[in-house]
Structures are given as structure tokens and as C-alpha cells.
């Protein structure tokens, strides 16, 4: 399978996208941008365009087809968190009531680190059962901008440039 990779100037940061002819198959937070592949596929150049309106506050949702890499629990939890509405968030038990597997949270808590196609796959949106803030591969400062980004909290900034 032939892949591509660029590079988006978010306002946390560059984020990395990987794809396929017709699926995002990584999405994560990078410190630096190194140079992209010249020729986009149309996948890749439509998450850009998902991605700029999203941090527009213009974008709740994503309409693109992902291709998460991971064993088949990962990807029923991946499933599960791309049911929790923008500006909602859900804690690691009620994922794994919702899984029908109670007393999995830690299992959840495991397969959401290792989301690969952040922001699209909102593992932003889960919280610890006390409603604190618990770990984030991007870093807590960015699930916590995310969070209040989408409840309204933090503004849109108004020069993104993807």
C-alpha cells in the first residue's frame, strides 16, 4: 500500500497525517515538520481541509475513512470513541460498560494511548472517572485546550495556516 505524509500547522502544533489513496491511516502531534511527500492524495488533502475547519470552530464532526492500525479490542474502543459528541466527554469505565466488558477500564485506558489517528479519533474526550484529566500522548495541556476549545472555552485562532 502506497502512503503519504504532510504535515499540519495546527495551533498546538504540527500534526502528522499518514494516508493511503483513500484512508487517513496516523494522525499525531510531532514537534517538528519535516518535509512531506509532494503528492497528495485526495484522502490527505481532505483531511487538511477538515482539520482547518475544525479548528476554524467551523467543523464538529469528520467525514473521512480511517484505517486504524490495531488488535481487534483497540479498534472496538477506537469505535466507541468516535461516538462521543464534540464538546462531550466520557470516562474510561463508561467506554468499558459501553464495550459490555465492566471492569475493563485499564484495558480501555491502554487501547485509548494507543489511538493513532488523534483529534478524528476523539481519545481527547475521555477523562478519568472523577472528571480529571488523565493521560494524553499529545500532551495534557492539549487535551486540555481541546477540551475547552470545544466546549466554547478557548478560541478559535484566526490565522491557521494548513
Not at 489513496?21 to 483531511?47: Q, R, Y
Not at 483529534?119 to 495534557?140: A, E, F, W
Request: proline share 6%; glycine share 12%; with cysteine.
Amino acid at each position: 500500500m502506497k502512503t503519504c505524509k504532510a504535515y499540519f500547522k495546527s495551533p498546538l502544533g504540527p500534526i502528522e497525517i499518514v494516508g493511503s489513496a483513500d484512508s487517513i491511516l496516523a494522525l499525531n502531534f510531532v514537534e517538528d515538520m519535516m518535509p512531506g511527500d509532494g503528492e497528495l492524495t485526495f484522502c490527505v488533502k481532505e483531511c487538511f481541509k477538515q482539520l482547518n475547519e475544525y479548528f476554524k470552530g467551523q467543523r464538529q464532526e469528520f467525514f473521512l475513512n480511517l484505517q486504524p492500525m490495531g488488535t481487534d479490542f483497540q479498534k472496538s474502543v477506537w469505535r466507541q470513541l468516535e461516538k462521543i459528541s464534540y464538546g462531550e466527554t466520557t470516562s474510561y469505565g463508561e467506554i468499558a460498560d459501553a464495550l459490555a466488558k465492566p471492569g475493563a477500564s485499564r484495558a480501555v485506558g491502554s487501547a485509548n494511548g494507543k489511538n493513532p489517528i488523534a483529534i478524528i479519533i476523539p481519545c481527547h474526550r475521555v477523562i478519568g472517572s472523577d472528571g480529571s484529566l488523565t493521560g494524553y500522548g499529545g500532551g495534557l495541556w492539549r487535551k486540555e485546550w481541546l477540551i475547552g476549545f470545544e466546549r466554547g472555552a478557548s478560541q478559535p485562532p484566526s490565522d491557521i495556516i494548513a
